[in-house]
């Protein structure tokens, strides 16, 4: 007699395991990996990915794009997750062969930290200018205090012009805020100004929208007007008196005040973004105030020169010269608005290896010279285990061959030819021989100054290593029935398709 089958899975549920299932999860891995691979390297392409609401977005960077994909399949979407965030054997091997440069020798370190920003921006739609922005970008992270706060380096966006024109203000710059009649009448310039940061209103308020009074006769009326009036000035002369020139505030400046601080020959900006108020106060120190009844010199900001400065269609502050500038502005310039949000994800990149390269002095050759290594080393010591694990050992050694494999693959050449030569030449001990996009052969990338910090290397093995080891793991996916009552869920923001 059979025995009665136990249900414990709702009615629709959608259950797959063993190997086929096994089988799914690779191949939708191999999706995600095929719609980056072609991205890889200096001559790698492009994607343009349309999202939900019709927004373009063109870029060659894996993370962007895997992050607009809108990716269904479970196995998929861990891999994924796992690449916003990025065996043994392998890291070893690459701690004991990277180059470390000593951080006492300033000229030497520049160099590494522009080599390694050049090396991330190769591949980048501003390849061109990659030794222009190098140099900005190892600039901007070097202005920074020991922390390197990414948050420290501001860049605005200003459409028209070349790219050349791009520039680096050792200090800070935002866009002109929203400004009343009045404003015009404000100086534009001032030398060694003292800077108020204040989080305050300074705007009249109708009462109506606040509380309801009653009064009995009009001179009630005038003295409620008139208190609120002076309520104003009051906070207005006391900002006078404190000998500041630059008010910056979070709220509303209103007419009145604009007006009163041009007649006094003060400049004032309301509606100032929370993130630019806090970076003027890094750079020219002082302290946000939220009351004007304590504003003492110790308060009060500095610089050397504030300006206001056309850029384009566009007016921005400048303040510079800070004496305690530990924080910069990246102002890029350039034609179609897609084009600049992918400078700015290249810099973003670039300003990350440089961060690590600071952080941590070691270095390795990039264009799979360090890839080729790896593999050869892993080959070798493969042979040296008995049993199953050899095999396995084996498969990693030849997977990381891949890296060469697409870069030559992106640029046209011919990649069989070129790994052999590779194969070869570290055999040979060649360690740092990886393939030359420029001349469609192999030369040895240390001395080519194809450079990028040890720890990227590091994280991206392990993070491959991880998944590839969650993704064999599992041999079965439950997913459960939509329910029938709930409506479908609205899309989301930064789904799209790929093209």
Known sequence: ??????????????????????????????????????TLGPRGMDKLIVDGRGKATISNDGATILKLLDVVHPAAKTLVDIAKSQDAEAVNKIKEIAVTVKKQDKVEQRKLLEKCAMTALSSKLISQQKAFFAKMVVDAVMMLDELLQLKMIGIKKVQGGALEESQLVAGVAFKKTFSYAGFEMQPKKYKNPKIALLNVELELKAEKDNAEIRVHTVEDYQAIVDAEWNILYDKLEKIYQSGAKVILSKLPIGD????????????????????????????????????????????????????????????????????????????????????????????????????????????????????????????????????????????????LEIIPRQLCDNAGFDATNILNKLRARHAQGGMWYGVDINNEDIADNFQAFVWEPAMVRINALTAASEAACLIVSVDETIKNPRSTVDAPPAAGRGRGRLH
């Open 1 to 38: 007699m059979m025995p009665t089958p136990v249900i414990l899975l709702k009615e629709g549920t959608d259950s797959s395991q063993g190997i086929p299932q096994l089988v799914s999860n690779i191949s939708a891995c191999q999706v995600i990996a095929e719609a980056v691979r072609t």
């Open 256 to 399: 009145v005040a604009t007006q009163y601080f041009a007649d006094r020959d003060m400049f004032c900006a309301g509606r100032v973004p929370e993130e630019d108020l806090k970076r003027t106060m890094m750079a020219c120190g002082g302290s946000i105030q939220t009351s004007v009844n304590a504003l003492i010199p110790e308060v009060l900001g500095s610089c050397q020169v504030f300006e206001e400065t056309q850029i384009g269609s566009e007016r921005y502050n400048f303040f510079t010269g800070c004496p305690k500038a530990k924080t910069c502005t990246i102002i890029l310039r350039g034609g179609a608005e897609q084009f600049m949000e992918e400078t700015e994800r290249s810099l973003h990149d670039a300003i990350m290896i440089v961060r690590r390269a600071i952080k941590n002095d070691s270095v390795v050759a990039g264009g799979g010279a360090i890839e080729m290594e790896l593999s050869k080393y892993l080959r070798d010591y493969s042979r040296t285990i008995p049993g199953k694990q050899q095999l396995l050992i084996g498969a990693y050694a030849k997977a």
